[in-house]
Structure formats: C-alpha cells, structure tokens
T-cell receptor, first 109, second 117 residues
Framework: GESVGLHLPTLSVQEGDNSIINCAYSNSASDYFIWYKQESGKGPQFIIDIRSNMDKRQGQRVTVLLNKTVKHLSLQIAATQPGDSAVYFCAETGNQFYFGTGTSLTVIP | GAVVSQHPSWVICKSGTSVKIECRSLDFQATTMFWYRQFPKQSLMLMATSNEGSKATYEQGVEKDKFLINHASLTLSTLTVTSAHPEDSSFYIC?????????????FGEGSRLTVL
C-alpha cells in the first residue's frame, strides 16, 4: 500500500445532513476499492467496498459510487451522526494497494 | 471478520532504547503484512511490506536498520524501533492480507502508539 503523509483535508457537516467524501484514484488497472473509517487513536475499519464491474453499492447509511471514466470514488453518508466523525480514506487494489490521503469528517451537533 | 491484533497498544520508552511491536493475525494466515506510521492529522505512510520467510521491502526513505521487521510465521510480524528517539514517536499500524483472500481486502490492527521521552 502506497500513501503519502500529507495533512488531511477536512469536511464539517451538520448533524442529520448528508456527507459526501471524495477520492481520486490513480491506477486504471485497480479492480477493487474499499472505504475505511479511522477514529482517533484507532486502526482503520472497513466500511464498504465495490468492485470495478459496479458503479454503485449501498450499505447501511452509506453508499459508494465509482466512476471509472474519471477515476473517482465517493462515499455518501446519509443522516450524518456525531459518531461518524473520523478520518475516511479510500484504497484501491489491483496488484498493489494504494491509499488516498484521507478526509477528516467533523459532525457538528 | 478477520482480526489483526497489535501489542502493545501504547508504549513509552526512554530515548536510546529499542521497542518491539507485534502484529498478529488471530484467525487467519497472512503471507503479507504491511507496516505504517501515522502522525497526528496525517494519513497513513507505508513503511515496509513484510513477507513471511523473506526480507521486508522498505519504502524509500525508511531506514531498514532503524526499523527492523521480522515476519517469522504466517500469523506474526514484528517491528522493532531501534535506538528510539523522540522523533520516532508516532502511531504505528499494521495490516494483513488473508492468504486465501480473493478480494484483496486489508485487515488493520488497532495500532500501537509509541512515545519516546
């Protein structure tokens, strides 16, 4: 997995609103994509995944959209809750693992 | 789901000492494990790829003599920070790939926080 230690972009949303977190990936050969959630002081946790033969997948309150044409992945969180405050990052895998830099989501009560 | 455990979760040591962090896959075998470090408000930085039974592959800029990695079995990889200094203070995270996984999913440990005084 390759990633860069950059400072994270931030996103603040009001509790109850929907959140959209974006990720641009680089490898057109990647065929599997994962969104992870990382709470402060903890390891990343799997949220949802999608394969390259799909363009949308829904979970509980989360939806992942994949646009292979522009190599873009997004995570939508419906009715955002304070417990959703965390860092979210995407990962793309094919022969290698690549991680996005992540987005820090803050939910305002 | 597959579980990856790290130990210790938090360690404080004096400058100049060495610290070992363990990464275990509890209910699956992992041919490949990855080690990352993460500074506050920053993303994961891959340090090295650890393959069972062979030498680890280090990312550019990571000193292999400073960060010793041993992957002696399919369920255990260790990271030893040798002669630790305050600038080594960080959050170290490991991840593992299930040997029989055809999805490519990584399973992460909970991380180990190292504080060097």
């Amino acid at each position: 997995g390759e990633s860069v230690g950059l400072h994270l972009p931030t996103l603040s949303v009001q509790e109850g609103d929907n959140s959209i977190i974006n990720c641009a990936y680089s490898n057109s050969a990647s065929d599997y994509f994962i969104w992870y959630k990382q709470e402060s002081g903890k390891g990343p946790q799997f949220i949802i995944d999608i394969r390259s033969n799909m363009d949308k997948r829904q979970g509980q309150r989360v939806t992942v959209l994949l646009n292979k044409t522009v190599k873009h992945l997004s995570l939508q969180i419906a009715a955002t809750q304070p417990g959703d405050s965390a860092v979210y990052f995407c990962a793309e895998t094919g022969n290698q693992f690549y991680f996005g830099t992540g987005t820090s989501l803050t939910v305002i009560p | 789901g597959a579980v990856v455990s790290q130990h210790p979760s938090w360690v404080i040591c004096k400058s100049g000492t060495s610290v070992k962090i363990e990464c275990r896959s509890l209910d699956f075998q992992a041919t490949t494990m990855f080690w990352y470090r993460q500074f506050p408000k920053q993303s994961l930085m891959l340090m090295a790829t650890s393959n069972e039974g062979s030498k680890a592959t280090y990312e550019q800029g990571v000193e292999k003599d400073k960060f010793l990695i041993n992957h002696a079995s399919l369920t255990l990889s260790t990271l030893t920070v040798t002669s630790a200094h305050p600038e080594d203070s960080s959050f170290y995270i490991c991840s593992a790939i299930h040997t029989r996984s055809n999805t490519g999913e990584l399973f992460f440990g909970e991380g180990s926080r190292l504080t060097v005084l």
